[in-house]
T-cell receptor, first 113, second 112 residues
């Protein structure tokens, strides 16, 4: 069954730690996205990728970085976590042809203490 | 830039119809989408409509699009307690590289 996975689902970590949030999809989609969802539930695009070796910054400036070495995998890394990084992070993927619908993973809730 | 607006809250009684409204500004929108988010979960795609269509129906869901007024609505017939969630409207725009612009979400509460 085609799907999109995120690990871990929940993470509590101390300030200054390096973390990587994992995202994988089995749908063969070229395009992948990372969103940050704030407590008011608004979604902000922070990174996206058109395919292998492609990464682009989204609308919301983020101290995180991403990589795309394999089509199915799009990890997000924070080199030094801070309390301001506490949020819900959602990964999504889509085809690059119409109707372009995005499919979302279950999310990672990150808390930085 | 592109903007998508929604009312933030809606309460309905179980069994009634719910209508969630959305307005957008980008006239080059190609598709418009409705997503549902339950607590602690990701977004689930409910339905989408091509910008040249007026209406789309899928079981209890009816989407109406008024392209002239840039107004989109989602009607849920016979609303159930399981429909309580946050509903996001989104548009896909050529101007935006087919990335999505999401509305702020409407929190639907279904009262017994």
């Amino acid at each position: 069954e085609a799907d999109i996975y995120q690990t871990p689902r929940y993470l509590v970590i101390g300030t200054g730690k390096k973390i990587t949030l994992e995202c994988s999809q089995t749908m063969g989609h070229d395009k992948m996205y990372w969103y940050q969802q704030d407590p008011g539930m608004e979604l902000h695009l922070i990174h996206y990728s058109y395919g292998v070796n492609s990464t682009e910054k989204g609308d919301l400036s983020s101290e995180s970085t991403v990589s795309r070495i394999r089509t199915e995998h799009f990890p997000l890394t924070l080199e030094s976590a801070r309390p301001s990084h506490t949020s819900q992070y959602l990964c999504a993927s889509s085809a690059t042809s119409w109707p372009y619908e995005q499919y979302f993973g279950p999310g990672t809730r990150l808390t930085v203490t | 830039g592109e903007d998508v607006e929604q009312s933030l809250f809606l309460s309905v009684r179980e069994g009634d119809s719910s209508v969630i409204n959305c307005t957008y500004t980008d006239s080059s929108s190609t598709y418009l989408y409705w997503y549902k988010q339950e607590p602690g979960a990701g977004l689930q795609l409910l339905t989408y409509i091509f910008s040249n269509m007026d209406m789309k129906q899928d079981q209890r869901l009816t989407v109406l699009l008024n392209k002239k007024d840039k107004h989109l609505s989602l009607r849920i017939a016979d609303t159930q307690t399981g429909d309580s969630a946050i509903y996001f409207c989104a548009e896909s725009s050529r101007n935006y590289g087919q990335n999505f612009v999401f509305g702020p979400g409407t929190r639907l509460s279904v009262l017994p």
